[in-house]
Structure formats: C-alpha cells, structure tokens
C-alpha cells in the first residue's frame, strides 16, 4: 500500500477492517495521495465504503441460486425418467410426438439452471468493450451449434452477406437463447426454423419458426 501511495497512484482495495467493539466488517477502501505545487506529497485521502450487508446478500444469493438449480435439476430429471418409460410403452404416432415434447420442453427446462448462472456471471463482471461484430458470421457459428443440439429441428440459415454491429460478448448468449427458444416453444413434431440476417433499425436477426414469429 505505502509502496503505490507514496509513488503518487491511488490504492484500491478490498479488506476486513475492526470497529472499537471488536467487531470485523468488510470495506472497500480507496486511498488518494495529495501532493503541493511542487509535487511533493503532503497528505493522503482516504475513502471507505462499507460492503458488509453487501457481500452477506451475495452470499445469501449464491447459497438460494445453488438450492433452486439442484431442486430443478432433480425435478427434471424425474420428468425425463417418466417420459422415458412413456415413450417405451406407447406406440402410435401421435403419442410418440406428445412424448418427445414433453422431453424438449423438460431439456429446455434442464438448462435454464446453466443459462440463468451464466447470465447472472456475466453481468456481475465488468461487460467487455463494445467491437464491431460480424453477425452473419456470428449468427451462422451459433446455428451450426444448435442443430447439433436439437438434431430433430431443421435449420434455414438466410443471409450471407457481412452484416456489422456495435456489441458486447453479451450479444452470442441472446442470439443463442433466441434460438433455443425458437425450437423449444414450437408445437411442431420436427420443428423447421429460418434464421435471417439483414439490416434492419430495430434489430439485426430474426427468427421464424414457420408461424406468426419474429
């Protein structure tokens, strides 16, 4: 600490400090040197922001997100193991086509779990600088991915031309959730999805799922 302050740069940290009583709180604590007209430095400013009731709520947080994804996990896959033994004791078509619903619909589901950790990560990191991101190219990688995902569906990519925006790493994981949801919530028996990329003043992509979807 003395090392930086004393070289002129400011000290950002993060500690368990002590109160009179004896008791620990968590502080994140800045400290800004001062220096004269000659660029001596003649004192020091410290700032603390106390981040005890914070990190508890975190904790708290993380402990009731590891809770509810291990019960959904568990009530998912006793959905699957059902429809397992649906699938083997019926026959006909149209039931066969119920079943396999019901498993997209429980997969789907399944990783909500993964989807909301990932979303709740990256928004509590620092979001990444905004590039300039091809997103025919980009669209076109997440299509390959998802069909090897849903092998049932097929997929019509439109657009082949690059296609230019201003976005974070944010924009792969919405693009991909689109899709998911595209196969997911379509009442078709092999689902068809056209996917196309085209400039546009309200959005970049667009999803059809052979219905009245956009």
Not at 20 to 47: R, W
Not at 75 to 104: K, Y
Request: with cysteine; charged share 30%.
């Amino acid at each position: 600490m003395w090392q930086t302050i004393l070289s002129g740069e400011q000290w950002n940290a993060s500690l368990i400090n002590q109160r009179k009583n004896g008791e620990l709180y968590h502080v994140d604590q800045t400290i800004s040197p001062i220096a004269n007209d000659d660029g001596e430095i003649t004192h020091f400013v410290t700032i603390e922001s106390d981040v005890t009731n914070r990190r508890l709520r975190k904790q708290q947080l993380d402990v009731l997100n590891r809770v509810l994804r291990h019960n959904l996990k568990n009530g998912m896959n006793v959905i699957q193991g059902r429809a397992e033994l649906l699938r083997e004791s019926l026959s006909d078509d149209e039931s066969q086509a119920h079943v396999r619903a019901i498993e997209r619909r429980s997969d789907a589901m399944e990783s909500l779990g993964d989807k909301a950790e990932t979303v709740r990560s990256l928004f509590e990191k620092e979001v990444s600088a905004e590039t300039a991101t091809n997103v025919t190219e980009l669209v076109s990688d997440i299509v390959t991915t998802v069909s090897e995902e849903y092998s049932t569906t097929s997929f019509d990519l439109d657009g082949s031309d690059p296609l230019y925006v201003r976005a974070d790493s944010r924009l792969k994981l919405a693009v991909k959730e689109l899709l998911d949801n595209a196969v997911v919530h379509n009442d078709q028996p092999e689902p068809e999805v056209t996917v196309t990329t085209r400039p546009s003043k309200k959005a970049v992509c667009r999803v059809d799922r052979h219905r009245n979807c956009g």
